[in-house]
């Protein structure tokens, strides 16, 4: 029998989030009153323009960034695509990434190698963390780009970047952090970052899907991936969705303001349940640095249980969650970063993310705590 969507658990705020009502009701007041092309000339198009400028100025204010750094693009894999091809346009080279990166930069530089771009590998410990030392074998005059991402979106790592910040500022190499995961959940200032350019996306903290941005630092070249209109200071052609927008810059605001207060809500939730499944589902292995991670995320593994079969159980009993990253649902294969770390099969084949919001409640944990050592149980048995 079903459970009915009243009762369910969703635990798989890394793929999406729930949009807060505030931004729906925002979003909804933008389409129906500035509904102008914000490019055209007349009064009507200029107050559209004039909303998405507002929006731009405070997402950038709240990023610590300037206006005119910040391009809306159509979400975090745009953004991704565009910071990667738009810096790779010279001759063949290498890029510089760590193993077990998103889907959209994998198969952006997959796509690359038809023009000689090669993958230097920067290697993850046991933990998921950047192994630092590595970057000094690297051949640096071979580099063109170095991109990775700040927050993993499969096990919530969050890496160190002033090294490899600093190297790239010394060989004047672009640096790209995807920051989709990040952003909204922890502290982050683009002009402290020493990055050159920032890939986030409205929808993981609690904003309209469809909306994104990258951030470029002022004065970096980046060669537009879409040819049409002088939009976006002619980085992105395309009529901009203003309503979107604003819904983005005002669920950016409200994550920015609540955002200690959101993250000790989470992070004592993450850790209950980590606490209850350990005590239930013995053995249990909880992937990743649990020092320096995510408040809201916990990927562990449940070894003996195969982690599709567990997965399509755990939603029959009510509890959305996911395998690792919505973008790649649907491969068999074992999570790349958890081959990268090192883990043995039993552990990555187990293995599933359990991701919160500030929007679940501890009635929810228990009740989630009750239902999934059910389930591993029964497996088991």
């Keep these: ?56 100025e405070l997402i950038a204010s709240l990023l610590g960034a300037k206006p005119q750094e910040v391009i809306f ?55 998921g963390r950047l192994q630092t030392e590595a970057l000094n074998q690297f051949a640096w005059d071979q580099i063109q780009l170095v991109t990775l991402v700040l927050a993993h979106n499969e096990t919530g790592v969050i890496q160190e970047i002033a090294p490899l910040a ?4 010394e060989h004047r190499i672009p640096l790209h952090l995807d920051c989709v995961q990040a952003i909204g959940k922890i502290p ?9 350019a920032v890939s986030l996306a409205a929808h993981k903290f609690h904003g309209p899907r469809g909306i994104g941005a990258l951030i470029v630092k002022e004065g970096a070249r980046l060669h537009p991936q879409i040819a049409g209109g002088h939009q976006e200071r002619g980085k992105r052609a395309g009529t901009e969705p ?43 292995v909880i992937n990743g640095s649990q020092l320096h991670r995510l408040p809201n995320t916990l990927n562990i593994s449940f070894p003996g249980l195969d982690g599709e079969a567990l997965l399509i159980s755990l939603d029959l009993a009510g509890i959305s969650c996911s395998l690792g990253s919505a973008c790649a649902s649907g491969s068999r294969d074992p999570a790349p970063v958890l081959l990268a770390m090192g883990c043995a099969e039993r552990v990555y084949r187990s293995a599933v993310r ?10 929810e944990i228990e009740e989630a705590i009750s239902r999934i050592s059910r389930v591993v149980n029964q497996l088991r048995s």
């Excluded at 359990?354 to 009635?363: A, I, M, P, V």
């Design 242 to 284: 203003v309503a979107l927008a604003a819904g983005m810059a005002r669920a950016l605001e409200c994550a920015v303001r609540d955002r200690d207060q959101r993250a000790q809500h989470v992070a004592k939730l993450r850790d209950r349940l980590q606490q209850g499944l350990s005590e239930q589902c013995e053995p249990v």
């Design 1 to 56: 029998m079903s459970i009915p969507a009243s009762q369910r658990i969703f635990l798989d705020n890394n793929s999406t989030t729930r949009l807060l009502d505030e931004v729906v009701d925002l979003v909804a007041e933008q389409y129906r009153t500035h509904y102008a092309n914000p490019g055209s000339a007349h009064a009507d198009g200029r107050q559209a323009r004039r909303v998405l400028e507002d929006a731009r």
């Design 166 to 169: 600093t190297l790239c500022e």
């Design 354 to 363: 359990l991701s919160l919001s500030f929007l679940n409640t501890s009635e």
């Design 73 to 127: 693009t159509s979400g975090g894999t745009e953004s991704i695509n565009l910071a990667i091809q738009g810096f790779l346009t010279g001759a063949p080279g290498e890029i510089a990434l760590p193993a077990g990166e998103h889907p959209a930069t994998v198969n952006t530089i997959r796509r690359l190698a038809a023009r000689g771009i090669k993958q230097a590998l920067i290697p993850l410990d046991a933990e």
């Design 188 to 196: 982050f200032q683009f002009q402290d970052s020493g990055a050159t």
